[in-house]
């Protein structure tokens, strides 16, 4: 439970909100750095999600796209999304062995708010690219993806 | 079972089992970071064909593109359909520009472009006075350093453009700048080198360069006239011809000087210029200064000291002198108590202003008298001599900016120089109206704000404010580090 007080603290419905982060995804809500869809369009939970999200300019991730799994569990938007890179990549806060986003990393996903979106966490992570402790990185080579 | 529209079968070439497919034209926008296109594309096209529109309409080429919808890659095979894409959705776009080798494969200048000026902004600069200063030394076995350096460029060149705000590239920088600093045979090895002639010889860069320098920017701010001078292509390929050129340097500050000893019997005009000179060169010095750390050419200050010959000046030192050495704080110091007065519109304060140059009464009714007759300016602009100096007036700031301070005998060529051509500016530019911008006018907000403080001393805080170019904050700092003098 939290204590709500509207205009921010509404609790929307669950799918209701996911279907419209759908159709946000599908308008390219944005700036064109992120994007994010149904992994499974018959997915009537809404639960599995694809992100992708384009390496920054200037740093060592230009010019690539990193796919992403993101997991909407049933408590969201309460809770956070687990979020997995699928295209390898080295970044602080990722798992290097399997590409999980540590939550406690990612400020979005250590405090989460439930107005935060899976857009929002997808440009969290881009930023982190472009963090002087990240941008430089040796990365693996394009198109490798975590054994999980 | 689809509607019938007017349809192609023969855009039908994929897997879409439906034959009633309709072909139906929709809308879809593809945006990339920078742009947005909005392309009619049948709906059961693959995306090889989406791709095939695309690439007609950003110039690229299809194997560059890279489309992204609802967070999956968009392979060729596939189709619009299979992904869901309809009318009126958004595609990103990604346009690979193959890293790292293309760039630095395409043509030098703009792999010096994208790597080079942001190093050189502040680089070049300090890299032509160097370059200037100790002609002499040719290339010497110094030739490690010079390739670590340029192979910076090159790294630099590959990061496609990295800007200033980047913090690595600003380490960078500073270090390629103490070594330049402190190694003058390498600065004129880089100077000789092709790709940085290369880039100096292309004004849009070199203005691109100085543009992109923050201090160069507040100047800027500061100083309209620095920016009309910035886009002034043929001054920028003097410029940098001048910067090419060691040798050709000289000789034009040598001429600079000598117009400028001309200019000085002009009663009045080296007034102005001290004016001027503290709104235009001591903050590029000071920013000159921060970049470099301290006095860059300490080496090189060696080179001609003596101050010119001051028709004013009583005491031994020049006030050239005075500005040369210490530029910012002796200047300021030396241009104490300026108040500007109605009788005094540039607010020169002929006591105040050391070494009794300025002392004379003769001297501020000169002053009132040009500020009251635009015309007494122009004519003062169509003597040959000033041509000539307006033009190196106006590569002045460049090569302030570059630190070359230390030369105290060109020193005063070149703030005279620039007040100078602040002054033309002014003048030219519409009477005396500009000249009512005194410096006690112009500060009257920050003046207000110290005397509310509780600096009581209105002419120290002028003095501060000037010295400052407004900073309130500087100029507290002044106020109380030095008492007011």
């Keep these: 439970g939290k204590t709500c007080a509207p205009p921010h603290c509404v609790k929307v419905p669950r799918n209701f909100r996911l279907l419209e982060e759908l159709e946000e995804g599908q308008k390219g809500v944005g700036d064109g750095t992120v994007s994010w869809g149904l992994e499974d369009d018959e997915d009537i939970m809404l639960t599995r999600w694809t992100g992708m999200i384009i390496g920054p300019p200037r740093t060592i991730y230009e010019n690539r796209m990193y796919s992403l799994k993101v997991e909407c569990g049933p408590r969201y938007p309460e809770s956070p999304p687990f979020v997995r890179f699928v295209t390898k990549i080295n970044l602080n806060g990722v798992h290097n062995s399997n590409g999980v986003v540590d939550t406690r990393a990612v400020a979005a996903l250590a405090k989460w708010q439930n107005s935060y979106s899976i857009r929002v966490v997808l440009q969290e992570l881009r930023r982190l690219m472009m963090c002087k402790e990240n941008m430089k990185l040796p990365q693996p080579p394009e198109g490798q993806l975590f054994s999980n | 079972m ?151 460029f090159g790294d630099l060149s590959s990061l496609s453009g990295m800007g200033m705000g980047s913090a690595n590239f600003m380490e960078m920088q500073q270090q390629m700048q103490r070594q330049l600093m402190s190694n003058p045979e390498m600065l004129s090895q880089i100077m000789d080198n092709p790709l940085v002639q290369n880039m100096m010889s292309n004004p849009d860069l070199m203005r691109q360069m100085i543009v992109t320098n923050p ?109 040369g050495t210490g530029a910012s704080t002796t200047t300021t110091s030396s241009a104490g108590g300026t108040a500007p007065s109605a009788s005094n519109p540039l607010g020169i304060n002929a006591s105040g202003l050391g070494n009794g140059v300025f002392g004379s009464p003769g001297m501020q009714s000169l002053m009132q008298q040009i500020s009251e007759n ?112």
């Design chain 2, 215 to 323: 201090q160069m920017q507040q100047l800027m701010e500061r100083n309209p006239e620095i920016s009309h001078m910035l886009n002034n292509p043929e001054l920028m390929r003097q410029t940098m011809e001048l910067a090419r050129n060691p040798a050709m340097m000289q000789e034009m500050m040598r001429n600079q000087d000598r117009a400028l000893s001309n200019l000085e019997s002009i009663p009045g005009g080296y007034n102005a210029l001290r004016r001027m000179y503290t709104d235009i060169q001591e903050p590029m010095f000071s920013a000159a200064r921060e970049q470099f750390g301290n006095n860059p050419f300490s080496p090189s200050r060696t080179e001609n000291r003596e101050p010119l010959p001051n028709p004013w000046g009583p005491p031994g030192t020049s006030p050239s002198e005075s500005r």
């Design chain 2, 2 to 152: 689809a509607e019938n529209s007017g349809t192609d079968p023969t855009v039908d070439s994929n897997v879409v089992e439906n034959a009633a497919s309709d072909g139906t034209m929709i809308v879809v926008t593809v945006k990339t970071p920078k742009d947005k296109e909005e392309i009619a594309i049948s709906e059961d096209s693959s995306v090889a064909q989406f791709k095939e529109e695309i690439s007609k309409r950003f110039n690229a080429k299809q194997d560059q593109l890279v489309l992204i919808f609802a967070g999956k890659i968009l392979k060729d095979g596939d189709t619009l359909n299979q992904h869901g894409i309809k009318d009126g959705l958004t595609v990103h776009l990604v346009i690979k520009t193959a890293p790292k080798t293309t760039v630095g494969g395409t043509s030098q200048s703009s792999a010096s472009s994208s790597g080079t000026p942001q190093a050189n902004s502040s680089i070049n600069p300090s890299a032509v006075p160097n370059a200037s200063t100790t002609p002499g030394t040719g290339p010497t076995p110094a030739s490690t350093q010079p390739p670590n350096l340029l192979s910076g």
């Design chain 2, 374 to 485: 635009p015309q007494l300016m122009q004519n003062m602009l169509s003597a040959p001599y000033m041509r000539s100096m307006m033009q190196s007036l106006a590569q002045n700031p460049e090569l302030a900016s570059q630190g070359s301070n230390p030369t105290a005998a060109t020193n005063p060529s070149q703030q005279q120089q620039q007040l100078m051509q602040q002054m033309l500016q002014m003048f030219a530019g519409g009477g005396g109206g500009s000249l009512t911008l005194t410096p006690e006018v112009r500060f009257q907000q920050q003046l207000d704000q110290l005397s509310a403080m509780g600096f009581i001393n209105r002419e120290a805080n002028l003095q501060a404010l000037i010295a400052t170019g407004g900073d309130i904050n500087a100029a507290i700092e002044r106020l109380l580090g030095s008492q007011p003098s």
